[in-house]
């Protein structure tokens, strides 16, 4: 089923949690919701799910319009944070309370019901545990009992409120990857939030960020990352290093750096600032030419195959931090107290007039 | 002592001071004040011998005031349990007026004396009185009946199941509702299968402690009961006459069943207090 | 058991928009609001305001004879001297044995909350009786020791003390045991610590963090003092002037039919309750304050 959100707007007693969004997640995509706290995502997902009323636009599901709709009627599969299980009732008649609840002429018969929570229960991974009650499971595993709960009903459209949030780092990622695999397997519709981004990154489709109620950036992981369209976006998909500079004709100066930007021959003398991920900032023991800067190494950490170094800017005193490979540092036989020559071997410029950061 | 197995051990190790004054204190108080004299109602029914204390037990006056005060009592409960699930309930999930003034005064009955409850009672439903005038004219007798006994029994004991009930509907997460809705069930159907299932226990334990209260109630009932033998004389209003008539042998043997009861009452209602705070862990 | 003030957690506004989008029908609420007024108000606020409109019925003359009448003031007296008594002693238990029972942790400590509770779980009558039975001068227990030192316990004002002892010793212990058990021992150990004395951790940590608690505790106890009748109509032997306590004059006046009167004395009694409600909430929302940090 296909979602189509427009025009959607929510206010909060003053807080405007969501502002005019416009969004349209295709038939079987999973898509990311990912944001900072407050940036609204968690509500725009609850007025998918009808248990957040707008204060206008209109939620369209498959062409007929669900805005009006109340909760039970929309047929959504939801999947809290904090799981929401019913505390007094087994594994088995969590899973089952879907259909349970079904009016009596859709109601499927007990042998019915008993096949399907199996069903899940196989599909999850866990037939053994049917008979235990929600606080005897695992954090991983009551997060799993909840998606088998919303897919008992056979929902058009999953939608996720920060599955993942109060795992811990392994199980996190071993779920992550599951669900990833489960989608490929049953393309249903789903929408999920986080504020993770590795999190976004490796498991949706296509990844929307929002900010402040507003979308910032909808794309593919590659795009998001790779080209992001403001300061914002840049910021928020990993750690960046900011060079402070000016720009004129074409030329930009960042202290002793010099670089040509054609993207930017009509600018007059306007201040800029450059966006450089540390994987993107290339070392040599040499300066050559004046498209490097020198800085002092201050802080080294050679764990694993990337090395992460912090160096401090000779001329500004501004710290840049960078990603090599560890062949790459036993090459340079790099020191603390070193001098060093930077140079960004990607970058991105933005003029901060244009931009709020 | 320090090789001590801890389990033999009766306190835990601790760095807070006191423990062997306050505790002292707190049981020599509680044994003179309440185990002795308490004791007083067995030593003295063991005294009167087997044969005599079952010819009081099973005497008809004192059955029926037994079957009296049960009646009474479980229906003045049973009303507070629905009706004080439902007071909680508007208190806690609706908005209206004069609501903080709603709740502050559910512990008044808490706080007024038995006596003020049982003439004020008494004299509204009256058959001459503000409320006893309306259901008179349909032929309805409140005052002076096993009903008028219950209304003063409902007014005694109405705190408890709000009490209960509140802090417990208080703390259900929303979002267990918001995923009952959103697997289809309807607002009747998640307060039936979700919310009831969790207030159970508190309401169950708010129901025993209204019971055991209006079991032992007399302040209130002795004005509006009428006090007539057979038919509206509850069981502590009987050992009360008892005592009067100087029947101290007639009076204890009857108490010690009451004792016997509200032991039993206590224990049911530390049960469920325990499975109300403990089923979850 | 005695009527525990539960910590509130706060409701947002945003909690009370999810609320509403929950329900689905907007006249159930109404509906289920309006019987639970009108059962609220048929038996809770009827019977309150009938005692003040029945107090003054016959006017205001007529409630000023009623109380300042001399058996009345007689009854006043004997009910201040006995709250008087058996609240600071009450008071006292209650503090030491909640220290006892909610700082430390032993076995058979339900046990001995149960024994705490059985005052407030047995008849009031039943309560009065057992003092009856250990000091009746004619049947009780210590019968010869009081005729032979010429003591009267029972039919006197020490037996309508010890009765009201007795009947009110639960609540300050009741209400001070939760709190003190969920503000746990830490603030004490870190007191100690600093080199404090246990009785300066307790009067300067413990006593601040249960104050409103033990205000509440105290006046709950001091107006079921004031309002007891079982038990103390048990062993007062309702000697006119002398062993009537205030809910037995209304009693009386009562059962000679002076109503007036007896509403009069009795809504004395019924401020008093009021008040004490007031001081509830008043202590509900200074520990609400207290918990939210």
């Known amino acids: 089923m296909s979602i189509e959100i427009s025009n959607i707007t929510k206010t909060f007693d003053s807080f405007k949690a969501l502002n005019n969004i416009h969004l349209k997640i295709n038939t079987g995509e999973l898509v990311a919701l990912l944001g900072p706290s407050g940036s609204g995502k968690t509500t725009l997902l609850r007025i998918i799910a009808g248990l957040e009323r707008a204060d206008g636009g209109s939620i369209i599901f498959d062409g007929k319009d669900n805005t009006k709709k109340t909760t039970q009627d929309r047929k959504v599969g939801f999947v809290f944070q904090h799981y929401a299980l019913f505390k007094h009732m087994t594994v088995f008649e969590n899973i089952a309370f879907g259909l349970k609840v079904r009016p009596s002429k859709l109601r499927p018969s007990k042998e019915e019901i008993n096949k399907k929570v199996h069903e899940l229960l196989a599909l999850v991974k866990m037939e053994e545990l049917a008979k235990r009650y929600p606080s005897q499971l695992s954090g991983g595993q009551r997060q799993r009992i909840a998606l088998a709960r919303a897919l008992v009903v056979e929902p058009k459209v999953l939608l996720l409120d920060e599955p993942f949030g109060a795992l811990d780092a392994k199980v996190r990622k071993d779920l992550r990857r599951w669900l990833r695999k489960l989608h490929d397997k049953y393309p249903i519709t789903s929408v999920f939030v986080t504020h993770d981004q590795e999190e976004a990154l490796d498991v949706a489709d296509r990844i929307v960020i929002l900010n402040q109620g507003k979308i910032e950036q909808i794309g593919t992981p590659e795009e998001v990352y790779d080209n992001p369209v403001n300061p914002f976006v840049y910021n928020f998909l990993g750690n960046v290093n900011l060079f402070h500079g000016r720009v004129h004709k074409g030329k930009a100066e960042f202290g002793s750096l010099k670089l040509d930007v054609p993207e930017h021959l009509e600018a007059r003398d306007r201040q800029v600032v450059s966006y450089t991920r540390p994987h993107d900032i290339e070392i040599c023991l040499e300066a050559q030419g004046h498209e490097f800067i020198a800085a002092e190494i201050i802080f080294i950490r050679a764990i694993g195959p990337i090395v992460n170094l912090e160096m401090k800017r000779v001329d500004n005193g501004e710290y840049i931090e960078a990603e090599i490979s560890k062949e790459n540092y036993r090459n340079l036989k790099l020191k603390l107290g070193q001098i060093v020559y930077v140079k960004p071997r990607d970058f991105r410029i933005f003029i901060p007039e244009d931009y709020v950061i | ?281 | 058991m005695a009527g525990v003030i539960p910590i509130n957690v706060r409701r947002t506004n945003q909690n009370k928009a999810r609320e509403r989008t929950l329900q689905t029908s907007k006249v159930i609420p109404i509906f289920l609001t309006a019987i639970a007024l009108i059962f609220f108000i048929l038996m809770l606020i009827v019977p309150l305001v009938s005692v003040f409109v029945k107090a003054f019925e016959q006017g205001a003359g007529l409630y000023y004879a009623a109380i300042s009448d001399p058996i009345a003031f007689k009854a006043i007296k004997l009910t201040l001297i006995t709250i008087s008594i058996v609240v600071p002693i009450n008071t006292v238990f209650g503090l030491i044995a909640a220290w006892a029972i909610a700082k430390f942790k032993f076995k058979g400590k339900n046990l001995l909350i149960t024994f705490i509770d059985l005052p407030f779980a047995i008849s009031p009558v039943v309560a009065g009786l057992i003092f009856v039975l250990l000091f009746s001068t004619s049947y009780g227990l210590f019968a010869p020791l009081l005729n032979a030192w010429g003591i009267k316990i029972i039919f006197a004002p020490a037996g309508i003390v010890l009765a009201t002892l007795f009947v009110t010793l639960p609540f300050v212990a009741r209400e001070l045991i939760p709190l003190m058990e969920a503000q746990g021992t830490s603030e004490e150990e870190a007191a100690l610590t600093l080199g404090a004395s246990g009785f300066k951790t307790f009067l300067f940590i413990t006593l601040p963090n249960i104050k409103w608690a033990l205000i509440y505790s105290i006046m709950l106890t001091a107006a079921r003092a004031a309002g007891e009748f079982g038990a103390v109509s048990v062993v007062s032997g309702h000697i006119r002037g002398l062993t009537n306590t205030v809910p037995l004059h209304v009693e009386i006046l009562y059962n000679e039919y002076k109503f007036s009167a007896a509403f009069a004395v009795a809504s004395l009694l019924t401020v008093i309750a009021i008040i004490n409600v007031i001081i509830k909430n008043i202590a509900d929302w200074k520990i609400k304050q207290q918990t939210k940090i």
């Not at chain 2, 029926?64 to 349990?81: E, M, P, R, W, Y």
């Not at chain 2, 903080?100 to 058959?127: N, R």
């Not at chain 2, 006994?149 to 509907?169: G, K, N, Y």
């Not at chain 2, 708010?206 to 509006?224: D, K, M, Q, T």
């Open chain 2, 1 to 281: 002592m320090s090789h001590t197995v801890k389990s033999f051990r009766i306190k835990q190790h601790s760095v807070i001071p006191g423990f062997g004054i306050t505790m002292g204190f707190t049981f020599l108080y509680l044994t003179l004040l309440v185990l002795i004299p308490v004791s007083m109602v067995f030593f003295n029914s063991s005294s009167i011998g087997l044969v005599k204390f079952w010819e009081i037990a099973s005497s008809e006056r004192v059955l029926a005031s037994l079957k009296i005060s049960f009646g009474t009592s479980f229906l003045a409960a049973l009303v507070n349990a629905i009706f004080g699930l439902l007071i909680a309930w508007v208190l806690e999930r609706y908005t209206f007026p004069c609501k903080k003034i709603v709740d502050g005064l559910i512990d008044l009955p808490f706080a007024l004396p038995t006596a003020v409850a049982g003439i004020s009672l008494t004299t509204l439903y009256a058959p001459n009185g503000w409320i006893g005038k309306l259901f008179a004219s349909l032929g309805l007798k409140i005052s002076y009946t096993p009903l008028g006994i219950t209304i003063a029994l409902i007014f005694i004991s109405f705190p408890f199941v709000v009490r209960t009930v509140q802090p417990v509907l208080k703390s259900i997460d929303l979002e267990v509702e918001e995923a009952a809705a959103c697997l289809g069930a309807t607002r009747l159907q998640t307060f039936i299968k979700v919310i009831v299932p969790e207030l159970l226990p508190a309401l169950i334990t708010g129901f025993a402690l209204a019971f055991a209260r209006a079991l032992g109630e007399y302040g209130s009932v002795v004005f509006i009961s009428g006090n007539m033998p057979m038919k509206t004389e509850i069981t502590p209003l009987l050992i009360r006459t008892k005592l009067e008539q100087y029947d101290y042998a007639g009076g204890t043997a009857i108490a010690a069943i009451m004792l016997i009861i509200s032991f039993i009452m206590l224990l049911v209602i530390n049960i469920f207090q325990w499975w109300a705070s403990n089923r979850h862990k």
